[in-house]
Structure formats: structure tokens, C-alpha cells
């Protein structure tokens, strides 16, 4: 069984780019989460999915971030007009029902660098 | 509301024993227990479920205590594998945001 996806693992943008990063669940899992992890620190929410559906994104800044988890392919987060504060690892998770009581499964991460 | 964790930081030798703590203001539905490496992503190790359901691996035990509101991660006769951040994720009902810890260091050496 392959495990959650993402990539790419690094990615380096500079200031004012795009980043794009996917994440591919574990297979039968059709619920996604993201997270953001800065250096020494804890993981903080950003955005719940459903296939096609947002659930909930209380912990998406409300500019340049956006999430999508088509029927077809891979979650994305996108991050327009990156600024260095967005330097961090992002994390995805999926789980196979609602989180409520089911474990979630992390990948292994994107480390953005905004230079 | 981000759960508290202590300790910070706990340093043992190879066999001892450690209890990891989690505590919140709000009532919880669920604590979840993460281990994480430097540099690798979040392992899961435990969810405890408010009326007592847990699920997790054989080898690693863990309370709620739905009253006070806190959880302990129980880790004996550790092992060198057992370094790493501890994290707990919290939510207070079904279907809402995990919020984690800050994280607890574990440093086992031999």
C-alpha cells in the first residue's frame, strides 16, 4: 500500500511566484488535510477537504492561499506571490472517513524556501 | 485553543520510563498522538475517543481523562527509536480542526 504522496519534497520560489504543491492520499482515503509547519514548531491547521469540496479552511490565510482536491488527481495548495514568511514545511494527511475518530496518515512534506 | 504539553523536553537512557502529558481548556472529543523525527513527517501512535474508544499500536499506551481534560502518553522501557517530538492534536467535536501541541522532545540515549 503507498503511502500518502506529495511532491515536490523541496521546492525553492522567489519572492512574488507561484508555488503549486500536490498531495496524492492514500488509496481508498478521500479525505485530505494540510498543515504548515515552521522551524520548531507545532503543525497548524490550513484546510480540510473532500473530494470537490472544501469542509473547512479556518486556518487558510484569507489572501494568496488556496486549496483544491478535484475528483480527478491530486490535492493542491497553491500559493500565489510568495513572500519569505511562507518559508515552511507543508505537511498533507488524509484519512479514510470523517477525522472524527480516524487516524490521519501524513506525507512526507514540502519544504518551500522563499528566496 | 492549542492544547499545553509538558514536558517540554525529557532526556532518559535506554529502559526508563516516561509520561508525556496533554492538557486543554475545552472540553474534547479526541486526542490524537503523533511522533515526529527531525526532518520526516508525523507517525500516527494513538487516538483516544471521549466515552473511552482508543485506537493505536500494541506497543504504546495512552489515558484521557475526559474529566479533567487532559491525556498522558505512556512510554516505558524506552528505546533509541522512541527520539523525537511528541505531539498531541486535540479537537472538540467531531469534524472540527485538530489543533496540535507545541510538542514534547524526547532525547533516549544508551
Known amino acids: 500500500n503507498a503511502g500518502v504522496m506529495q511532491n515536490p519534497r523541496h521546492l525553492v520560489r522567489r519572492r512574488g511566484q507561484e508555488a503549486r504543491l500536490r498531495c496524492s492520499p492514500m488509496?481508498?482515503?478521500?479525505?485530505v488535510y494540510w498543515y504548515r509547519q515552521l522551524p520548531e514548531e507545532g503543525l497548524k491547521f490550513m484546510v480540510y477537504?473532500?473530494?470537490?469540496?472544501?469542509?473547512?479552511e479556518s486556518g487558510m490565510p484569507k489572501e494568496r492561499f488556496s486549496a483544491e482536491f478535484p475528483k480527478e488527481g491530486p490535492s493542491i495548495l497553491r500559493i500565489q506571490q510568495v513572500v519569505r514568511g511562507d518559508s515552511a514545511a507543508y505537511f498533507c494527511?488524509?484519512?479514510?472517513?470523517?477525522?472524527?475518530?480516524?487516524?490521519?496518515?501524513f506525507g512526507p512534506g514540502t519544504r518551500l524556501t522563499v528566496t | 485553543q492549542q492544547p499545553v504539553q509538558s514536558p517540554q523536553a525529557v532526556i532518559l537512557r535506554e529502559g526508563e520510563d516516561a509520561v508525556i502529558n496533554c492538557s486543554s481548556s475545552?472540553?474534547?472529543?479526541?486526542v490524537h498522538w503523533y511522533r515526529q523525527k527531525h526532518g520526516e513527517a508525523p507517525v500516527f501512535l494513538m487516538i483516544?475517543?471521549?466515552?473511552?474508544e482508543q485506537k493505536g499500536h500494541e506497543k504504546i499506551s495512552a489515558s484521557f481523562n475526559e474529566k479533567k481534560q487532559q491525556s498522558s502518553l505512556y512510554l516505558t522501557a524506552s528505546q533509541l527509536s522512541y527520539s523525537g517530538t511528541y505531539f498531541c492534536?486535540?479537537?472538540?467535536?467531531?469534524?472540527?480542526?485538530?489543533?496540535f501541541g507545541k510538542g514534547t522532545t524526547l532525547s533516549v540515549s544508551s
Open positions: 475545552k472540553a474534547l472529543y479526541s
Open positions: 492534536g486535540t479537537d472538540t467535536q467531531a469534524g472540527t480542526a485538530l489543533i
Open positions: 477537504l473532500q473530494k470537490e469540496n472544501i469542509i473547512d
Open positions: 488509496k481508498g482515503h478521500s479525505h
Open positions: 483516544l475517543l471521549k466515552g473511552g
Open positions: 494527511a488524509s484519512s479514510p472517513r470523517d477525522r472524527a475518530g480516524y487516524e490521519q496518515y
